[in-house]
């Protein structure tokens, strides 16, 4: 784990480069995050899933599955992976300040 | 007590082992207990994996599920309608409905091809196939038996799935079968998986990948598979690129139980019963229990799971009905055989907190962890003996239990 810092704020990222404490997250680590990972400018469309990811980790403790994105977020899948190639859940799970998404067991 | 009502959902073998198990606990005049399914059959999934290759017949995995509940059991033989939480009702197809104190839900998942773009379309069982359900094990032996070359792609989808090693451990029997028959040198096999990694868990990504080098399987990772063209032979992903094919084995994607969409609260968004992970009761309200693939408890979804959990739930279910404290006692633990071809197969065994691990199991005298070995496969082979004979009938089995064990394990983490 190493600390570092993105757009002022101190923040604690892991090997893989997710943050470790959710708290230390504000919009402008977002944006920060978005750029250094491939995606320039973050339309309404990315912060709709970003924030939905977000509170769905903040609320049950774990970050929604693709599929469940595309069900519940109401973006569905297919432009999920437009707004956030390669991978959707890991890329906005980084994005929205939370750890990697578990999904695989 | 007044005697109390009972009512299973689903006779596989997570609802077949609840079943005996809490009829042997409970007198005829203390509970009645209900079993509910679609269907007579009873598939011994594990056995599923080998029909493709002709080394098991469906006539010696499927057996009736009425002869695998015990006596004083009333099993049903009927679609479920919907589950009505407030009322503690189950409404059956038919029209009739039964009432609980306790409801236990061991319905499974359900595949569902059709959230795939194309792939239940043309070509389905001709050129594209799962043997994740008994007629499709049938129609891909038939397929493989008239393989004659070509590129064989092995793709899952997405997680969750049942027995993730499974996929896997096809491709690895694919090779071997294709190199009896002398058509391996002209098949390339390719595995192709949204995940990182062949394996979902790290430590088997470490240890295990050689296998697939050794056998040269050709490995395609982080591929999100969104279309399939069943006649052209071309799975393509979501961000576009393309694997082609002539012949495709899938794992579909897999949802709950339909009914539990159809149940206000019962479920999440694909399905799944949202499930406390040691006591396994439902979140849903407290007379509602919930185990095997039909949950969304963060482990694998697999036989042995549901074998570990009937234990902890038939004792929360007692302590439940006798207003006891729930027992948090369910670790996580899961064990499998993975085979890999040639007679020998690989056994790894974990819990929530602790990866596969090297050693032996379940103690210093028992079958090597995460090495290739005969006996391995043959306690694979044993395990349908022990199935039906042993865990069905809800049988305490000497040194395996829900606990993960870790006499005979290397590496153990230290606790703190």
């Known amino acids: ?105 | 007590m007044a005697r109390k009502q009972i009512v299973i959902l689903g006779g596989g073998t997570g609802g077949t082992m609840t079943a005996n198990r809490l009829r042997r606990r409970f007198d005829a005049d203390e509970a009645e207990i209900h079993v509910v399914d679609r269907d007579d059959k009873h598939v011994y999934q594990p056995g599923l994996l080998f029909v493709p290759f002709g080394m098991a017949r469906l006539d010696e995995i499927v057996r009736p599920r009425r002869r695998q509940l015990r006596d004083g059991v009333v099993f049903h033989e009927q679609e479920i309608d919907s589950v009505s939480i407030e009322r503690d009702e189950v409404v059956l197809a038919d029209g009739a409905v039964l009432y609980y104190d306790v409801l236990v839900v061991s319905t499974g998942v359900r595949l569902q091809p059709e959230e795939t773009d194309g792939l239940a379309g043309p070509g389905w069982n001709e050129r594209v196939f799962t043997f994740y359900s008994p007629e499709g094990a049938e129609a891909l032996r038939r397929a493989l038996e008239r393989f004659d070359g070509g590129r064989l792609v092995v793709n899952l989808v997405d997680m969750p799935i049942k027995c993730p090693v499974a996929p896997l451990e096809f491709a690895f029997l694919a090779d071997w079968y294709l190199r009896e028959r002398d058509v391996r040198g002209r098949t390339e096999i390719v595995y192709v998986t949204p995940l990182d990694s062949a394996f979902t868990k790290p430590t088997c990504a470490r240890e295990l990948t050689w296998l697939l080098t050794e056998k040269e399987i050709e490995l395609v990772t982080d591929f999100n598979a969104g279309e399939v063209d069943g006649v052209g032979g071309k799975l393509v992903s979501y961000d576009g690129s393309e694997v082609d094919f002539d012949l495709l084995v899938t794992v579909p994607l897999h949802g709950g139980a339909a009914y539990v969409e159809r149940s206000p609260g019962l479920g999440d968004a694909l399905g799944f019963v949202p499930t406390d992970k040691q006591t396994l009761q439902a979140v849903a309200k407290p007379n509602v229990f919930a185990l095997g693939d039909a949950t969304d408890v963060p482990t694998s979804k697999a036989g042995s799971v549901a074998h570990f959990e009937a234990e902890v739930l038939a004792e929360n279910v007692a302590r439940y009905l006798d207003e006891q404290e729930l027992d948090a006692g369910y670790d996580g633990h899961a064990n499998c055989f993975i085979e890999t071809g040639f007679r020998k197969a690989l056994l790894i065994d974990f819990n929530y907190d602790i990866e596969p691990l090297p050693g032996r199991f379940p103690a210093w005298f028992g079958l090597p962890l995460m090495r290739e070995s005969h006996v391995n496969h043959m306690g694979k082979l044993l395990f349908q003996w022990m199935y039906w004979n042993a865990l069905l009938p809800g049988r305490d089995i000497p040194g395996i239990g829900p606990a993960m064990p870790t006499r005979g394990k290397k590496n153990l983490p230290v606790a703190n």
């Open chain 1, 1 to 105: 784990m190493t600390m570092t810092v993105i757009a002022d704020s101190p923040v604690d990222l892991d090997a893989e480069g997710f943050m470790t404490d959710s708290s230390q997250w504000n919009e402008q680590v977002a944006e920060k995050l978005a750029s250094e990972n491939g995606i320039p400018e973050l339309t309404d469309r990315h912060w709709l899933v970003v924030r939905f990811m977000r509170e769905r980790y903040l609320e049950t403790g774990t970050a929604p599955s693709i599929r469940s994105l595309g069900k519940e977020s109401g973006v569905p899948v297919k432009e999920l992976y437009q707004l956030f190639p390669k991978g959707p859940a890991k890329l906005a799970a980084k994005i929205g300040g939370i750890p990697k998404p578990r999904g695989c067991i």
